[in-house]
C-alpha cells in the first residue's frame, strides 16, 4: 500500500514513521529486545520540496536526509537511481512513486541498519521493495525483491533472498531471509526472518504508525528521542555484548565459512520462492 493514497486529500512528500524495532533470536538461547524508534518515508521525486530550516536535504538540519547516504552514495538523484536498477532487472510493473525509508540524521549523524525503498506502479500498488543492509564493519549490500511474475506485492507476499552479506558477528553468511510488508491506512511494518542452514534463527520486524512528516510530528520525535541515531549503535554493542555473555558462537569481523547444507536453502537464487532477488549495480 502506497500511504500517499490512503486519503485522497492527504498526499504528503513525507510520512514520520514512529514505533519499535524488534529482534528476537531464538537459539542456542533465547535473546529479545524491543526499542522504540522513528522513520522517515520520503517520496524520492520530491524530495527537495522537503528541504526546510528544520528538515535539511543534502545539508544539516536537525533532521536532515542526505542522497549519499543512499543508493549510489555519489550525491546523485536517488530516484532516477533508483528507476534505473528497477529497468535493469526488469521490474517495469514498478512505474510509478518510490519511497525511501531510513533513519534521518539526527544532528548530522545517521546509522542506517537497513533502509526500505518501496517501489510502487501508478495505481499505488506495492511493487518492489529495496533493502539496503549496513553492517558495522563499513560493508553494504542492496537485496532488490520483487513477486512472481512482478505480481503487486501484499501482506500474504514472502520475498526470499540468500544472505549475503556478513552482518552479525553472531552468525555465519548462509542460508536465506524472508521479508513481508504489511500496511494500513495508518500504519506500516516490515519483517525479516533469518533462516540459517538449520531453521528460523532471527526474527526482526520494525514498524509503527504513519503521520504526515511535518514541523510539529517531527519535533514531537526528536524531543521524544534526541539520541536516536547514536542509540541505534550504542544499542547494536549493548546486545553484542549481551549474546557474548550468553556464550552465542562468535565468528568475528570476517565471516566463518558457509556449512556445505547452505546450498538447499539458496532458493531465492534458483527463482523457486514466490520471489526473487536481483544484484544492483552499486555493490
Known sequence: MNPAHVEAN?????????????????RPKHHHFVYPVFCVRCDLDRLASLDSGWFGVDHWGPLSLY??????????????????????????????????????????????????????DRGGQLRALLAEVRNTFGDRHSYLLSAVGNAPITAETELKCRKVLHVSPFCRVEGSYEFRVRETPNSALVSIDYHDVDGLLIRTALGGRLKPLTRSTALAALIRQPLLTVGVVARIHWQALRLALKKAPFYGKHPAPARTADAPTDRAAAGQPSAAARPISSD
Open 10 to 26: 492527504v498526499d504528503p512528500a513525507a510520512w514520520l514513521l514512529t514505533g519499535q524495532v524488534m529482534h528476537e533470536r531464538l
Open 67 to 120: 542522497q549519499r547516504d543512499h543508493g549510489p552514495r555519489n550525491g546523485n538523484d536517488l530516484a532516477t537511481w533508483m528507476r534505473a536498477q528497477l529497468s535493469a532487472a526488469g521490474i517495469e510493473a514498478a512505474d510509478g512513486k518510490i519511497w525511501l525509508q531510513a533513519f534521518p540524521r539526527v544532528f548530522g549523524y545517521a546509522f542506517n541498519p537497513v533502509s526500505f525503498w518501496f517501489c510502487h
